[in-house]
């Protein structure tokens, strides 16, 4: 589960540097939508992503139906809460649900009516699929899905604060030294990722609220 975390982890860290760059250069981005639509490279790409989150989702599953396994009724009695212990790592299976969760409704937000309407040649929605940065400006004039997207992105982040330095722990860096230290990291990590992958919907709805 390790190598496959990473790799979302990689993954999400590039999405969100794309994404990013729809403030700063809508045409940049558009480029870049264009560089990843339908090829055989970007393809190729897509289906080593679906492979590694079905992977990733696979292992999730299994390890926390061992781990219910392995305490069986002792679950249930331990209510106080343990040193060091945080939310977000008692609660991961749940927080990757809701993440999932919402990644359907981006999935068909964008991958849907992008790539695959570029592949199929079936256009779902006003614009042109190269176009991206039309459909994001397009999405996020309503409130509703910024505010959406924005309790996703915290979500995401409470994930990934504990996956990233998890991922880190099972190679072998769980040492008194190095723990402290992939803890920081992880975190910082995360919050750059979700920051950037936020700055969007807020970039948004700022703009429609306040601009127009």
Not at 172 to 187: A, M, Q, S
Request: aromatic share 20%; charged share 5%.
């Amino acid at each position: 589960m390790s190598i496959s975390g990473i790799f979302l982890v990689l993954f999400l860290t590039f999405h969100s540097i794309m994404n990013f760059v729809v403030i700063i250069s809508p045409s940049i981005y558009n480029a870049i939508c264009g560089f990843l639509g339908a090829n055989w490279y970007a393809l190729a790409g897509t289906a080593v992503l679906a492979a590694g989150f079905i992977i990733h989702i696979f292992f999730a599953v299994w390890i926390t139906l061992q781990n219910r396994y392995a305490r069986g009724k002792d679950r249930y009695a331990i209510t106080q809460r343990q040193e060091g212990v945080t939310w977000a790592s008692k609660n991961m299976f749940v927080l990757g649900l809701i993440v999932v969760c919402f990644l359907v409704l981006h999935f068909y937000n964008f991958w849907y009516r992008m790539q695959f309407a570029e592949i199929t040649g079936i256009h779902t929605g006003m614009f042109d699929p190269s176009d991206g940065a039309a459909y994001a400006q397009h999405l996020f004039s309503c409130w509703i899905y910024c505010i959406v997207y924005i309790v996703w992105i915290f979500f995401l982040w409470l994930h990934l604060t504990h996956g990233v330095w998890s991922a880190l722990q099972t190679l072998g860096l769980n040492n008194n030294t190095w723990l402290p230290r992939i803890k920081f990291i992880g975190n910082i990590v995360a919050t750059i990722v979700c920051i950037m992958f936020m700055s969007v919907p807020v970039y948004f709805l700022i703009i429609n609220l306040f601009y127009k």
